[in-house]
């Protein structure tokens, strides 16, 4: 049987299949990210289907929260999205076909007596083989329930997988599975591999807890005639102690990282690097991840998930942003800073000014509101710890005498500013400590700031010696 890698390949087609039971979480982030970028390097094609065979599990909310992450991380499906679910006639029309090219069979046996078959078939160390596939069907009870099994192959089973390398599962450790259940619905490996077929997927990438599928799925392609398409099964994501990865990690949902502030390309980026590398580059952007990424670069030991290391690679496509996006993307918790009303035109272009310098001190959308709230901060000012200290009556006068100086200075300028109060220091014989502080105080009312002369141009002439002079009287 010819794989994929062995022909002609006119279009790569890869895919993203999850299941609806709940939120787009980091590892399925992840496998989107990986077959978005391969079919994207190759000028081919990205397609979804939504896996909601389970009924009982699968949710219209969760199928929303699905598209939802997909396109918050800006992975582009071609084509509507498929349902599983609504090819459940063409699941049933190949099992019947596996019937009649003798490659399926139906099994009558009860659950009671399957459940004796298997413990059998472990004590005996091979793998279940039903009683039903050397018997003709008018020997069953009339009326009665069956399943529709495929006819295990009894030769060991060897698949080329590209970050695996071969691997080979003997006969025995694949039982006469079931494709169709009694109620006629279809099970997992069969709905995979007709949709996969019919969808002319060339590539598949995913977790390696599939890796026991690819085996049983690759059986079925070949008693249909099917080209098997090229599988990767990249180790799944683990936490920061090695282990298995879960809620406690910080195994959220791809809009959870939305909420606490980060950029759509910094997660991306990220997610690239968990699990794939090319040499030591850590910055890419998307341009970038899509000329260099191939299967070559994809790593056989799980991927450790480092929330430090998130936030560092959020940070450095922070700097890289768009500053009136990163407004508008920030706004929220700008909002969330004030219990009042505080977007005007002179406060958009306060922060506008001040973005430049902001960005490079915030990991987060949120990181970068705070580092702005000096910008807002609502007066009068209520001080506490160091801010209060700062202000006693000697600095409150030394401001009085700074708000002078300051006046007098036509040039607005960081240089201007930066310089005047080196200037000042230096009269009042003192410490720039003892400038520095309670200016900062009175600028900032202790919020997160840059250096003063910043946040005097940034807050402008009027407002910045309006805040100077609010502190400057002795008693305040």
């Not at 006693?392 to 009085?400: T, Y």
Request: proline share 4%; net charge negative.
């Amino acid at each position: 049987m010819r794989s994929h890698a062995q022909q002609k390949v006119l279009m790569i087609r890869t895919r993203f299949a999850p299941s609806p039971t709940g939120f787009l979480h980091i590892g399925g982030a992840r496998t989107a990210l990986f077959n978005w970028l391969f079919a994207k390097h190759h000028g081919g094609e990205f397609l979804l289907r939504i896996e909601d065979t389970d009924r009982e599990r699968s949710t219209d909310a969760a199928i929303e929260a699905i598209l939802d992450g997909l396109g918050w991380l800006g992975l582009d499906w071609t084509g509507e999205a498929v349902s599983q679910f609504s090819r459940a006639d063409r699941h049933k029309e190949i099992a019947d076909q596996l019937i009649e090219n003798g490659h399926a069979f139906r099994c009558y046996c009860t659950p009671d007596e399957v459940s004796a078959l298997r413990e059998q078939a472990f004590a005996d160390g091979r793998a279940l083989r039903s009683p039903w596939r050397d018997r003709d069907s008018s020997q069953a009870p009339a009326g009665a329930d069956y399943v529709v099994r495929f006819r295990a192959s009894d030769a060991d089973m060897v698949i080329e997988d590209a970050v695996q390398g071969r691997v080979t599962w003997a006969a025995k450790e694949f039982d006469d599975l079931v494709i169709l259940r009694s109620d006629g619905t279809p099970t997992y490996n069969l709905a995979v591999v007709v949709d996969d077929h019919d969808m002319e997927i060339t590539h598949i990438i995913r977790g390696d807890d599939h890796l026991i599928n690819a085996g049983r799925q690759s059986q079925i392609y070949d008693a249909m005639g099917w080209d098997r398409p090229v599988f990767a099964h990249i180790p799944l994501i683990h936490g920061d102690d090695g282990k298995k990865l879960s809620k406690r990690h910080g195994a959220l949902g791809a809009e959870a990282y939305r909420d606490m502030g980060y950029l759509p390309e910094g997660l991306r980026n990220y997610l690239l690097r968990l699990g794939w590398a090319k040499g030591d580059q850590e910055f890419f952007t998307d341009a970038d991840a899509i000329a260099a990424f191939s299967m070559d670069g994809l790593k056989k030991s799980p991927a450790r998930l480092d929330l430090e290391k998130m936030a560092h690679i959020n940070s450095l496509h922070l700097e890289k942003a768009d500053d009136a996006r990163l407004l508008e993307l920030a706004w929220p918790w700008i909002e969330a800073l004030e219990e009042r009303e505080t977007r005007s035109d002179l406060i958009e272009a306060r922060y506008l000014a001040a973005l430049p310098v902001l960005k490079t001190r915030a990991s987060t959308l949120e990181e970068l509101a705070s580092q702005g709230y000096f910008l807002i901060k609502a007066r009068p000012y209520t001080f506490t710890g160091k801010a209060a200290k700062a202000l006693n009556d000697e600095a409150r006068a030394r401001l009085n005498r700074l708000f002078t100086t300051l006046s007098d200075i036509s040039a607005w300028t960081e240089d201007a500013l930066g310089q005047a109060l080196k200037d000042f220091a230096e009269t009042e014989e003192v410490g720039f400590g003892k400038v520095g502080q309670p200016l900062r105080a009175a600028l900032t009312g202790g919020a997160p700031a840059p250096d003063l002369a910043q946040v005097m141009v940034f807050l402008g002439r009027e407002e910045a010696l309006d805040r100077i002079k609010e502190q400057s009287a002795p008693g305040q």
